[in-house]
């Protein structure tokens, strides 16, 4: 049995399940799973979900790399649903840690390594995150730590736009984006599986804190490093798709955690728009204000998932 080396034990390589999940990204999917097999980590599993994509794109993949496992889903579920697939896969199977990492983006070798030498040393650590740093400026960080804003009613992150030389150290934060996180099994069966309302954005927000109401910490590893290209899937097809689920996610959000606030927060909110609001209008972005409106509705009507075409 090959073993793991940490600065107090030698631990046997924990089994990793690292789910993927596809909506018509075939380059950056080859591309991030081209990456995962070159990486040093001894005893992990790639589950590859094809959400729904419009054409056969990962038998083409399935062509190039012998992935562990292939789940299709004939409709497109968002993050949560594309990610709950393989995590409900995952657990069945026997998986004791869980990975959630972005098609877009690409790893170094040891990156779990460091992830799995962090968690396994400490049992309050229910979420382990990496630095994630842009694929098209390695050196600039995209995440370094976050923490979770009850006023914004969304997570904010640290270094952006900073040098990667200035984060080294790990340490504790409340916001981990799902862009890449190494979860307890033993967590995942206590908190449950992501909450499919926010289909897209803020459900790792609410991952965390549920994480964190359940007693346990999430660890920033500054050693573990990941590349990111930043929302491409869902700006290649809507630039406004973000500004929708955001907005209203954050109303849910809220009400889901902050109830005793909601009101406040949600008065503080819309004035923050209003105000944005006459800037498009001053500078003919009129499409925004139409999402934006959206987003509100549907919050109040509880029109939440999957919204119709934007």
């Known amino acids: ?108 070798v040891d990156f779990l390594n460091n992830l799995v030498e962090n968690i396994i040393k400490n049992d309050q650590v229910g979420i382990a995150v990496p630095k994630i740093n842009f694929y098209s400026n390695r050196n600039i960080i995209w995440y370094a730590g976050g923490a979770i804003s009850k006023l914004r009613g969304s997570g904010f992150t640290t270094g952006f736009g900073e040098q990667d030389s200035k984060y080294f150290e790990n340490k504790y934060v409340t916001f981990a984006t799902g862009c890449c996180l190494l979860v307890r099994t033993d967590v995942i069966k206590k908190i449950g599986l992501m909450d499919e309302k926010y289909f897209l954005y803020l459900e790792d927000l609410d991952y965390c804190l549920r994480n964190i109401l359940a007693g346990y910490k999430i660890l920033f590893v500054a050693q573990s490093k990941i590349y990111h290209k930043a929302s491409i899937s869902t700006k290649r097809y809507n630039v406004l798709l973000p500004l929708y689920y955001v907005t209203r996610n954050r109303f849910y959000f809220i009400s889901k955690f902050y109830k005793k606030y909601f009101y406040f927060i949600f008065i503080v909110i819309t004035a923050i728009f209003i105000f944005k609001s006459i800037i498009w209008l001053i500078t003919d972005r009129r499409k925004k204000i139409k999402v934006v409106k959206k987003a509100f509705k549907d919050f109040l009507d509880n029109n939440m998932g999957k919204s119709v075409e934007i």
């Open 1 to 108: 049995m090959e073993y793991l080396k940490t600065n107090e034990i030698s631990q046997p390589f924990p089994s990793v399940f690292i789910i993927i999940v596809n909506w018509n990204g075939y380059n950056d999917t080859l591309e991030c799973v081209e990456s995962l097999y070159k990486i040093n980590y001894k005893n992990y599993k790639v589950i590859l979900i094809d959400n729904g994509s419009d054409t056969n794109e990962v038998d083409n993949i399935c062509k190039r790399f012998p992935l562990s496992v292939v789940i299709r889903s004939k409709e497109n579920l968002g993050f949560s649903g594309g990610n709950n697939l393989g995590i409900e896969y995952s657990i069945k199977s026997g998986a004791e840690y869980v990975l959630l990492l972005n098609n877009d983006t690409v790893v170094e």
